[in-house]
């Protein structure tokens, strides 16, 4: 941590404790003294003018609305060095703050250990106002203290403190953080003193960064006698004093990356030196194992400055911090991409329930089709009852007029032939409209089929995304797993319809090259055979015309020779001289 965001945190609760009526403003008077304080106490010239030109005087309340920060980083702050005494300026703060925030009479330790435990608050809290400190580090911080104090660390009492600190808050401020060690909860059965000491401990280690601390017997480099002294061991020195109540210091040993702790070469049990810049120190401490310790201890504060590196607990804070980063980042972004899960859910529903209506509404129409072919098969059934009846009735009065009407047989006969063509015809649109119907019913029992195959579908889409569902709550490996296959899959697929829809075409222009050639090929065996039927038909009238014969040609038993003899002549001289060649080279 920076010594600016350090020194803010301090400044932050005296300015907030100036401010009564929590308005974010605060007199230019109280700023004034709190200016001149910090000043004082952090070694800084003070510049009352540069306040005033500062804070000019304006209606719009005690301040300006520049603000105090401003001032505070470029006249305070940007001017600081790390020459003053730390734990001074934190006491200024903390005297005045802590009136205001804390009731003494309820807490069990006193006013020196509430301000040491303000302190290691404003360590370990993040670094975002209003400061909070997180779960983590108040186990971390009721942990060390619980060893500091010599008992064990209870994970259940923390668990069931931490279930009623979720409910509320996830954080502590300063001051609840004092009352909860204050009011004993985490040191039931430890007195007031060994709480103090506890806490005395971890404020050694954390803000004093106090690493090892001890009485052992040191040799004098004058007189040579050995004298007990309380050893301190910070990352870049060794303090040592008169005893532990640090009232009168005896010196420093300053280390760095060349120093040493060595045991000593005489081989003496609990005897060791500590090498510096400026001379050797020897030290004697009251066991081996101490001995041991010490220089382990020392060791690792010199590989500590030869690598550049803080105290461990500041490393150890430092990684707590970036790990708590990364893991919000991490469900950050893993929040956004349920998110982007969610909304791409709630589209595909959508397109779910938009195809379901569609469906509806295409079964509605299927269903006022059907309802209107009904409709018209019972108006044509009807007339066609009409009609025969109809009929009928004509028929039995020509078959009652036959006797009376003998004459119009003929004309009756044409008329009974008209009819039974008309019925014929009537039969034959029946016939018709019974298979338009049957392929009615047809497409009605495949739009019945689509919309089952849709139901089952719709159901196994929600299966899918119920598994989906648990698979995403179960870990977030086996998430990132399914959705890196379902992208492989649906490239892959995308892929392989591209690469059909290629090998179609491909396929297309094939066979179209296949007919082309093959329809090339008929043309020529027609062509040829066309042609062949000509040259049987006249063979007889027909010679070829060959070349003339060019001089005189050598029979052999076979027939003409392929050189006539003056060219077989002359390839054999070739021939020879080719020949002689060869055995010259050789």
Known sequence: MALRDELLKSIWHAFTALDVDKSGKVSKSQLKVLSHNLCTVMKIPHDP?????????????????????????????????????????????WTLCFRKNLDQNQLLISNDDAFKIWSIFNFLSEDRYPLTMVTEEIEYFLRKLTEAMGGSWVEERFEDYKLQLNSKQKSLNAW?????????????????????MGINEVYQELIMDVLKQGYMMKKGHKRKNWTERWFMLKPNSISYYVSEDLAEKKGD?????NCGALQDK?????????????????ISASDKKKKLEWIQAVQTCVSLLRQGRPAPHREARQKRRELRLKQQAEQEELELRMSELQTANEAKQLELEN????????????????????????????????????????????????????????????????????????????????????????????????LEEEATKRIELEEFHLRQQRAISETEAEKKELEKARLTKESALQ??????????????????????????????????????????????MLRLIQPGSKGQQLITNWGPAAFSDAELSLRQKKWQETKNQTTQAQ
Request: charge should be negative; include cysteine.
């Open 49 to 93: 003018v540069a306040l005033e030109e500062h804070f000019k005087d304006d209606d719009e309340g005690p301040v300006s609305n520049q603000g105090y920060m401003p001032y505070l980083n470029k006249f305070i702050l940007d001017k600081v060095t790390d020459n003053f005494d730390r734990q001074d300026f934190n006491k200024m703060c």
């Open 176 to 196: 609840e953080l004092i009352v909860l060690v204050g009011s004993g909860h985490f040191s039931k059965g430890m007195d007031r003193q060994t709480l103090s």
């Open 253 to 257: 040993i300053l280390l760095d990356g």
């Open 266 to 282: 005489d081989g003496k049990k609990c005897l060791f030196l500590i090498k510096s810049l400026q001379k050797g120190f020897e």
């Open 355 to 450: 195809m379901r209506k569609a469906l509806e509404e295409a079964a509605t129409n299927a269903a006022e089709e059907e309802r209107r072919r009904l409709e018209t098969q019972t108006e044509l059934q009807d007339r066609y009852r009409i009609d025969l009846e109809r009929e009928q009735t004509v028929r039995q009065q020509m078959e009652e007029q036959v006797a009376q009407k003998s004459t119009e047989l003929e004309q009756y006969l044409q008329r009974v032939q008209e009819l039974e063509d008309m019925y014929h015809q009537l039969e034959d649109a029946l016939e018709d409209e019974r298979r338009a119907r049957q392929d009615e019913e047809a497409v009605r029992r495949l739009q019945a089929r689509l």
């Open 495 to 540: 892929a392989a319809m591209k690469q059909l829809e290629q090998l179609e075409q491909e396929r297309q222009g094939a066979l179209e090259q296949y007919q082309t050639v093959m329809k090339k090929l008929e043309d020529a065996t027609n062509n040829t055979k066309t042609w062949k039927h000509k040259v049987a038909e006249h063979e007889g």
